[in-house]
């Protein structure tokens, strides 16, 4: 955690497991939390209802 900014957390939508896993593992590394969803209404469904650490960042890859 950034004792200035607080948690850095990134949301990662993307339907590529291993491309999640990769990004994930990379970000980790350099001190984000990062939670993997596989599509973007997972994401919105998953979203907490409480007042918990915003995100800094928001990665997708959305396709028709």
Known sequence: ???KFGPKLVH???????????????LT???YEVRSYASPKHLLTSLPDDNGPAA???????RE
């Open 29 to 31: 590394q350099f001190g």
């Open 12 to 26: 990662l939508v993307d339907d590529d497991p291993s491309f999640c896993s990769t990004v994930e593992g990379q």
């Open 56 to 62: 800094s960042s928001s990665t997708c890859d959305c």
């Open 1 to 3: 955690m950034d004792a």
